[in-house]
């Protein structure tokens, strides 16, 4: 048995639907641990595309519970579009549970977001606007409607008239906005407690009972590193904890229970929304890097901004999520590329520094250092083993391990679940039988391979 936490070591969008995917072939539960409907899962299997937002991507295999944790904020309007897609192609959501503890967006959280980033100008931070930030601030002060609450007619419509009219003085008078109808929401949200009552449960006890029963246990978050509230680079970040130490917090289970972490990364950086970014590209290559990558966002379609990859804030999630290993997906974004360049350090009036910085106003300032690598100049498309990747695709691999110091697990090269070298199973094979690291050879066995 093992439980382990998928995490994005980068802004988001590094691909952390495929790898939750093809792990939860492995895994008997797969938990989904916070944010909201601003989170976007694209899962390709066979000719079929699936976008996820609150549903863990285990959904897609028929044996496997999928859990939204309390640390999740849920719009059930758009949860249950989810449900309806999904099962108007085929799929069972039966084995799809909510935690009755987790917190619902409102109308009024969606208005207050939208109006709220639009009075910022210049100083906005790029929010989706889909009310996920005033849904945990409502969480924080004690405000907030929780799934339990949907499940109680008469608690619900006592909290809801009383919270309507009060955010409705807000909607008024600070943004000119027409105020709701507190007897139209009660209604709205009691017709979707009625279609959601069958999935709600006590999600900690759940999960705690898989664990007594020795099951695999995935744990799935949302956005990346550097766009936690605590960790990430504030104020640019998201309104909840996605690095590992949120897996517990929010499936609600001890520390003890996580045996490994995976760090998911793509073989360039993205970025959405506003906030510093050293190693963006605003030319011809940044252009070049978001057609091949197909990089616009799932849940907003927003075109992504491009960059190198940076080591920098790679080995800054190594460090404050305990990787074990990680996952390197678009690698065949840079198949045609003649040169690679590797941002290896920051530099600040002529000083280098290889650590994350603290102060967002000195992380504004820095330049990245970068090391030119050679690039490879040949499709990858057909590669399934390392040994089939060209020498230079392998060399750059090695680099990035080298750098990060964790080793490498999975290699993604395109959006399908066959597209994917798995070097080791990070569920169930040895925790460093990997992409060996530290200029080491590579190591590739077949004693717990992954099938794909």
Known sequence: MANVVVIGAQWGDEGKGKITDLLSKSADVVVRYQGGVNAGHTVVVQDQTFKLHLIPSGILYPDTECIIGSGTVIDPKVLIEELDCLESLGISTQKLFISETAHVTMPYHRLIDQASEERRGSHKIGTTGRGIGPTYADKSERTGIRVIDLMDPELLAKQLRWTVNYKNVILEKLYDLPPLDPEGV????????????????????????????????????????LLDLDHGTYPYVTSSNPVAGGACVGAGVGPTMIDRVIGVAKAYTTRVGEGPFPTELNGTMGELLCDRGAEFGTTTGRKRRCGWFDAVIGRYAVRINGLDCLAITKLDVLDELEEINVCIAYEIDGQHFRDFPTSARQFARCQPVYKTLPGWQQSTDHCRSLDDLPPQALDYLKFLAELMEVPIAIVSLGASRDQTIIVEDPIHGPKRALLYTNGSPHEETDSHRLEV
């Open 186 to 225: 009660i209604a709205e949200y009691l017709d979707y407690a009625d279609r959601l009552r069958a999935h709600v449960i006590d999600s900690s006890l759940k999960i705690y009972d898989a664990f007594q029963r020795r099951r695999n246990i995935l744990f799935e978050g949302a956005q990346g590193t």
